[in-house]
Nanobody, 125 residues
Framework: QVQLVESAGGLVQAGGSLRLSCAAS????????MGWFRQAPGKEREFVAF???????????LYADSVKGRFTISRDNAKNTVYLQMNSLKPEDTAVYYC???????????????WGQGTQVTVSS
């Protein structure tokens, strides 16, 4: 079992930055692939980014096209924490953001076993 707790999101103006963090407890954090997803009102949950577990030897990060070049995912295995640095934010980035843990390296939400409670990010124009 893995418990995930996201930091508070917030309200930011377009063009601004925000960093989300997600603290994990339970099983060995470094063995899990960690993802960020988001869900806007009236839309399905969508993949944002993932960072691979310590045992993965291939590509270690992957981003949705909509955030590539603006968002950066990282992890600190010593602190059991995954981060999402969001720069150049746009109003269309407004959503509830979720972190999730998986034993698979996948961008599909179906592949993630553990989820945080979600945190609201609102970008004003």
């Amino acid at each position: 079992q893995v418990q995930l707790v996201e930091s508070a999101g917030g309200l930011v103006q377009a063009g601004g930055s925000l960093r989300l963090s997600c603290a994990a407890s339970g099983r060995t954090f470094s063995n899990y692939n960690m993802g960020w997803f988001r869900q806007a009102p009236g839309k399905e949950r969508e993949f944002v980014a993932f960072v691979a577990a310590i045992w993965w030897t291939g590509t270690t990060t992957l981003y949705a096209d909509s955030v590539k070049g603006r968002f950066t995912i990282s992890r600190d295995n010593a602190k059991n924490t995954v981060y999402l640095q969001m720069n150049s934010l746009k109003p269309e980035d407004t959503a509830v953001y979720y972190c999730a843990a998986s034993g698979q390296l996948t961008r599909s939400s179906n592949g993630y076993n553990y989820w945080g409670q979600g945190t609201q990010v609102t970008v004003s124009s």
